[in-house]
């Protein structure tokens, strides 16, 4: 069965450098996949090509049929490919209601924006809080809020998630996590990068392990991993 996102044999990077080789994986098909893999391997650089943020430099990326390798990140996005990047990337003078209202740019998403804006407040009623204040203002965890919220006003077919939890304390991420996972409950097929790889268990049903910009290992649906399992895929044990 394929998946609704399949990336074959991708090969991408940065000037003259290649992050990414060859790089082939299913995405979709049996629920949400979790990546993972020591820092500095190419999970985000892998996000960010899928996303149309990185050129392709040979392989193909098809979503729901369609081929999307060197699409724009715009057209992208309308296909329903939606990613909320690491690091809260917000416009620091805008505030939270400014920001959701920028994630329904696309048509589709504008024609659904009030159910999406409904959607984004029930899985994080303090923004609906603190609507009129401006991003710079917010905690890191809070803005990680403001960041997926937007991106779930984009009408996400499928939502990528880059670290959603790094850097935050432990209240506000399990607030984080437990959102996240209402995410997927409510039917979004997710694609996340996470460090906690408790977290990334709990919420994936498939993982890759990624290094040197290759997938080093899979764990496919239904077979039963904890966490001793994946250290000792990392420390390659
Ligand atoms: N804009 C860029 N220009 C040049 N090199 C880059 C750029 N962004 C990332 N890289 C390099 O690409 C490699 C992969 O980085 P990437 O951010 O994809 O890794 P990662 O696995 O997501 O790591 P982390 O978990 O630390 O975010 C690294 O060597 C990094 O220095």
Redesign the pocket.
């Known amino acids: 069965m394929s998946g609704l996102l399949e990336i074959t044999n991708l090969t991408a990077g940065?000037?003259r450098?290649d992050?990414l080789h060859d790089l082939t994986m299913s995405i979709g098909a049996h629920g949400n996949v979790g990546l993972f893999?020591p820092?500095?391997?190419?999970?985000?650089?892998?996000l960010r090509a899928i996303s149309g943020l990185v050129k392709a430099r040979s392989g193909s990326i098809r979503f729901g049929g369609a081929a999307i390798a060197n699409q724009t990140p715009r057209s992208i996005v309308g296909l329903g490919l939606v990613h909320s990047s690491?690091g809260n990337r917000l416009f620091p003078d805008l505030t939270i209601g400014e920001c959701l209202a920028l994630g329904a740019y696309t048509p589709r998403a504008r024609a659904q924006e009030e159910a999406n804006r409904e959607r984004a407040l029930k899985i994080f009623p303090k923004l609906s809080e603190r609507w009129n204040q401006k991003v710079r203002t917010l905690s890191g965890g809070e803005r990680q809020m403001v960041s997926i919220g937007t991106a779930l006003m984009s009408s996400p077919a499928m939502l990528i998630l880059d670290?959603p939890t790094l850097g935050l304390a432990p209240k506000i991420k399990e607030e984080l996590c437990r959102a996240v996972l209402d995410i997927s409950a409510g039917g979004i097929p997710l694609v996340v990068?996470e460090q906690d790889v408790e977290f990334l268990l709990e919420l994936s049903q498939h993982l890759y392990l990624?290094n040197h910009g290759q997938v080093a290992a899979e764990i496919k649906p239904g077979q039963t991993m904890d966490h001793a399992d994946i250290m000792a895929l990392y420390f390659g044990q």
């Open positions: 940065y000037g450098i992050v893999g820092n500095g391997h190419g999970k985000t650089t892998l690491q670290e990068v990624i």
